[in-house]
C-alpha cells in the first residue's frame, strides 16, 4: 500500500510488517537512483524485520501469535479483547466511507 502526503509518500507492507519512506524531493539524479535506493531501503527494512522475529521466534505474520494469546485471553474472561470495540467501529466506518467514495462493481 503506497500512502501519498504533500511532499513525500510512504509504503506500507502490512504482509511482512515494516514500512519505508520515500522523500518528496524531485531532481533528475533521485529519478535515476531511487529504484536503488528503494531496493536498499526495501532490503534493510525487510533484514532488520526478519532479524526482529527471528529473536522472537516469530515465523510468520507479525504479531498473529501475540493476537491469538490475547484472543483466548479475552475468550477465558481473563482479559479484555484484543481489538476494542472503537477500533472495530473506526474500521467499519473507514470501510464505509471507503466504498461509498469509490462504488465499486462488485
Given amino acids: 500500500m503506497l500512502v501519498h502526503g504533500c ?5 506500507l507492507d502490512f504482509f511482512h510488517g515494516f514500512a519505508i519512506r520515500y522523500g518528496g524531493s524531485v ?6 537512483v531511487r529504484p536503488f535506493s528503494t531496493s ?8 532488520m524485520n526478519l532479524i526482529e522475529r527471528g529473536l522472537r521466534a516469530e515465523t ?5 501469535r501475540q493476537l ?4 483466548y485471553t479475552a475468550v477465558r ?5 484484543p481489538i476494542s470495540a472503537e477500533d472495530v467501529m473506526a474500521v467499519a466506518v473507514a470501510r ?3 466504498r461509498t467514495r469509490f462504488k465499486p462493481d462488485f
Avoid: E, N, V, W
Wanted: no cysteine.
Fill in 7 to 11: 511532499s513525500q509518500a510512504m509504503a
Fill in 27 to 32: 531532481s533528475r539524479s533521485r529519478k535515476i
Fill in 40 to 47: 536498499l531501503k526495501l532490503f534493510y527494512a525487510a533484514s
Fill in 60 to 64: 510468520a505474520y507479525p504479531g498473529l
Fill in 68 to 71: 491469538t494469546q490475547k484472543f
Fill in 77 to 81: 474472561g481473563k482479559g479484555p479483547p
Fill in 96 to 98: 464505509d466511507a471507503i
